[in-house]
């Protein structure tokens, strides 16, 4: 059973759902996509599938989602958020767990820009990194990547219209060495082949194995 935690965040809080492992190795943040919680069943098979893997998952809504708006907020307030559920977890929840980030989309991608602006995790994980808007290959959203240092893993499905897949091979060759870059051969921009027979929530769990196993090499290199 997930568990509900509040989070400060400036002179509100977000909510949150806790996913703990059984004698965690490590623990993981993460934040959904622009249209939809952290109670979509993507996200929620998701956790739960790494969870069973032995990292504890926390994930958050961003305050627009808290606030029942359609819109996400503005870059400078998500990665604000980013900070204050970094900082809080670090300090309240996670213990002397290594700590990762990891986001759905428009999650992800504040993720990596709330740590090159020097948000402190052990890697980013990103599900669906959204390169570009679809049909909009001319302009990327790669820049902020380049400098970061931490290790990278994208998950990325062959279909995804917000990740051409020259493109995104090509972005990720020039990141650190320490990069990684995993096709899910069919999947959408949400990981859905078409006629698999697969529910949400299994095609968030079918991204788990992938995660452990990138976060139990990165546990083995400290």
């Not at 965040?9 to 965690?24: I, K, Q, R």
């Not at 986001?103 to 090159?116: H, L, N, Q």
């Not at 902020?144 to 493109?167: C, I, K, S, W």
Request: with cysteine; hydrophobic share 45%; glycine share 10%.
């Amino acid at each position: 059973m997930s568990q509900e935690v509040n989070i400060p965040c400036g002179t509100d809080s977000v909510t949150a759902l806790l996913d703990e492992a059984e004698n965690p190795l490590a623990f993981l943040i993460l934040a959904h996509g622009a249209g939809a919680g952290k109670d979509h069943d993507f996200l929620a098979g998701y956790a739960l599938a790494v969870a069973e893997k032995g990292i504890s998952v926390l994930r958050f809504n961003f305050p627009y989602m808290d606030a029942g708006k359609k819109f996400p907020d503005r870059a400078p307030v998500a990665v604000n958020a980013w900070k204050q559920v970094r900082e809080w977890v670090g300090a309240s929840l996670s213990g002397e767990l290594p700590l990762f980030a990891a986001g759905k989309s428009f999650g992800g991608r504040m993720a990596s820009m709330a740590v090159a602006e020097g948000m402190d995790s052990q890697a980013l994980i990103f599900l669906g990194y959204p390169l570009h808007a679809p049909k909009k290959e001319d302009k990327l959203r790669d820049e902020h990547l380049y400098p970061l240092q931490v290790p990278m893993l994208f998950l990325e499905g062959t279909r995804d219209p917000f990740a051409n897949q020259a493109l995104m091979t090509s972005v990720v060759a020039n990141l650190n060495q320490a990069s990684e870059l995993v096709w899910f051969e069919g999947g959408d921009h949400s990981f859905k082949v078409a006629r698999s027979g697969r529910t949400v929530s299994e095609d968030g769990a079918g991204l788990a194995e992938a995660t452990a196993e990138f976060v139990l090499r990165h546990l083995a290199k400290d």
